[in-house]
Antibody
Framework: LQLQESGPGLVKPSETLSVTCSVS??????????WGWIRQPPGKGLEWIGS???????YNNPSLKSRLTISVDTSRNQFSLRLSSVTAADTAVYYC?????????????????WGQGTLVTVSS | QSVLTQPPSVSQAPGQRVTISCSGS????????VNWYRQLPGKAPKLLIY???LLASGVSHRFSGSKSGTSASLAISGLQSEDEADYYC???????????FGGGTRLTVL
């Protein structure tokens, strides 16, 4: 199972950032996984953005929810992230990852594996 | 400000044992399992430990994880220079309805 992000590299402030993750080695369709996005601003820690299932069911970070769209294209075995009205604070390495979520009595979840990440810079 | 609290840095000599702490609350660590990730410089994070103490595939038994109440810890024994990395704890947060990460701990092997 491998994941590979592709993104624009540079986005202007107020525009929409779009990043796509291509999955190989397993079919998104019918998988029991979620497919997640995590970002890391330069020199800072990790922030979960959101996750989506093959059926389109999503978990989104409330702090980004109003600007965030996560979608899945099972025919291409890809999932995508769109973040609108970006500012310099959205400059980060964007990672995609397989998100295993197990809900029994409590919730257990982890990300494995991760893509290599793609740096998106917001600047005019 | 991260939801989970980790020390920014720890250091220890080669061959020794080091622990990294991760503190949370009843809505996250107190109720859900903790995972640990390792991020080597310039690389993507990799899963190290999941479900509090289970080793991810290929991970050395020098690594171990534990959880008690609203805190968790990662222990690394027999420190090696290649263990120098950033380590992140993470868990599900019931209030957020999603995963949260600690701020990360940079391990230096002296």
């Amino acid at each position: 199972l491998q994941l590979q992000e592709s993104g624009p590299g540079l986005v202007k402030p107020s525009e929409t950032l779009s990043v796509t993750c291509s999955v190989s080695g397993v079919s998104i369709s019918g998988s029991s996984y979620y497919w997640g996005w995590i970002r890391q601003p330069p020199g800072k820690g990790l922030e979960w953005i959101g996750s989506i299932s093959d059926s389109g069911s999503t978990y989104n970070n409330p702090s980004l929810k109003s600007r965030l769209t996560i979608s899945v294209d099972t025919s291409r075995n890809q999932f995508s992230l769109r973040l609108s009205s970006v500012t310099a604070a959205d400059t980060a390495v964007y990672y995609c990852a397989t998100h295993i979520v197990v809900e029994i009595v409590a919730t257990e979840d982890w990300f494995d594996p991760w893509g290599q990440g793609t740096l998106v810079t917001v600047s005019s | 400000q991260s939801v989970l609290t980790q020390p920014p840095s720890v250091s220890q000599a080669p061959g020794q044992r080091v622990t990294i702490s991760c503190s949370g609350s009843s809505s996250n660590i107190g109720n859900n399992a903790v995972n640990w990730y390792r991020q080597l410089p310039g690389k993507a994070p990799k899963l190290l430990i999941y479900s509090n103490g289970l080793l991810a595939s290929g991970v050395s038994h020098r690594f171990s994880g534990s959880k008690s109440g609203t805190s968790a810890s990662l222990a690394i024994s027999g420190l090696q220079s290649e263990d120098e990395a950033d380590y992140y704890c993470a868990t599900w947060d019931d209030s957020l309805t999603g995963p949260v990460f600690g701020g990360g701990t940079r391990l230096t092997v002296l």
